[in-house]
């Protein structure tokens, strides 16, 4: 019997969970040709969101198409264009030939070289002389625009990680070059996304910044309690396992509503539960979930300054006036420039986020955890 539970994956059909007014507010968004920036912490369902948004999009508009594009491994322009031109051209055509006809007609400056897979299916890659693009990128950066009024479509192109253009060599010249073409397009659609929060703010609510007011920007709220009792619960019977309401909202309140973990806590105690699930596996399954991270969370707080450690420390007795003589002196914090310094360097790590003014929390609740009931209850 295959689990009911899944994290570490995209999340789509019975897997994915709630987010139905997210899902109505991108689809129309879509639709109505708004560019969207979607931010949240990692592993909070993002590209789920997204995914399931685009899916249910093609399948009611059927002028639409959806293309996606992840930028975790990118790090320099030239793998941008190279990966954004040959993801619009997969989406944009159906065939190889039709491929081909749109680089000669839309992309002169690049060469294309066909490669014939182990299963004798033809993928296209594309070569480009870089110094050519480089100083003058204007084709590939209009390229889904001219395919899609070339087809009669409208695009949208959804860029996962966006905040990793900071890796390029000149970000800022990058972004204004990008920003220059895609606020132009009347055809195509931006949905961009990333998970370093204080990186996606600074981007997109900056003044100074060129994306600035480029797009509808929603920070993705956590899935309610409520939301997950029922999931659970329903997952939970469609294996013909069953728990209380009380006992799912238990697993669900144990890791914060976080939604990675609460499909990891889940599933350790569905594997626990022969028929119906008792009370002390919960607590046995979040010991075990603790333990299989362990390593992981010592070696991030032996990276971390003495300092810093005593910062968290604080976060996790409550103390909300960090920068207090009384606080400073309490958990040896220095000074209260010294505070600021501490919260922008966890911040930068994503071990902690900020995002009310002024309460800063930490972002992993399991880490949390074994910061309270391990590291500091020694």
Not at 57 to 83: G, H, P, W
Not at 339 to 347: F, G, K, N
Request: aromatic share 10%; net charge neutral; hydrophobic share 40%.
């Amino acid at each position: 019997m295959s689990t009911p539970f899944m994290f570490g994956k995209l999340a789509t059909d019975q897997n994915f969970t709630n987010r139905k007014a997210e899902i109505i507010k991108l689809k129309q968004n879509f639709i109505s040709g708004i560019n969207t920036i979607l931010i949240s912490p990692r592993r909070w369902g993002k590209s789920s969101l997204v995914k399931k948004a685009g899916i249910e999009v093609e399948a009611e508009q059927k002028s639409i198409r959806i293309i996606y594009l992840d930028m975790f491994n990118i790090r320099t322009e030239e793998e941008f264009y190279k990966c954004l031109s040959e993801a619009v051209l997969k989406a944009g055509s159906g065939k190889l030939e039709e491929s081909l006809s749109f680089v000669r007609k839309f992309l002169k400056q690049w060469i294309p070289r066909i490669t014939v897979s182990p299963d004798a299916v033809q993928e296209m890659s594309l070569s480009l002389n870089w110094e050519e693009v480089k100083n003058k990128p204007d084709e590939i950066l209009d390229l889904a625009e001219s395919i899609a009024i070339e087809k009669e479509l409208n695009l949208v192109i959804c860029i996962d990680e966006f905040q990793n253009l900071s890796n390029f060599k000149d970000p800022l010249g990058f972004q204004k070059k990008i920003r220059s073409h895609w606020q132009q397009h009347q055809h195509v659609t931006y949905c961009l996304y990333g998970s370093k929060r204080h990186m996606m703010i600074e981007v997109f609510t900056k003044q100074s910044m060129p994306f600035y007011k480029f797009g509808e920007l929603i920070f993705l709220p956590k899935i309610s309690t409520e939301n997950w009792k029922i999931f659970i619960q329903e997952r939970f019977l469609s294996t013909h396992k069953i728990l209380s309401e009380q006992q799912a909202e238990r697993i669900a309140m144990h890791v914060e509503n976080h939604p990675y973990y609460v499909q990891q806590l889940s599933q350790i105690c569905w594997f626990r539960t022969s028929i119906e699930l008792k009370d002390e596996d919960i607590e046995r399954s979040m010991e075990s979930l603790v333990m299989q991270l362990s390593l992981l969370f010592q070696n991030i707080t032996e990276n971390l300054t003495n300092t810093q450690v005593n910062y968290l420390k604080a976060l996790i007795d409550q103390v909300r006036m960090l920068s207090s003589k009384e606080v400073i002196y309490k958990y040896h914090l220095g000074s209260s420039a010294n505070v600021s310094r501490i919260r922008e360097a966890l911040i930068n790590k994503e071990i902690i986020d900020d995002q009310v003014a002024g309460n800063p929390e930490l972002q992993d609740p399991v880490y949390k955890y074994w910061l309270k009931n391990y590291y500091f209850s020694r």
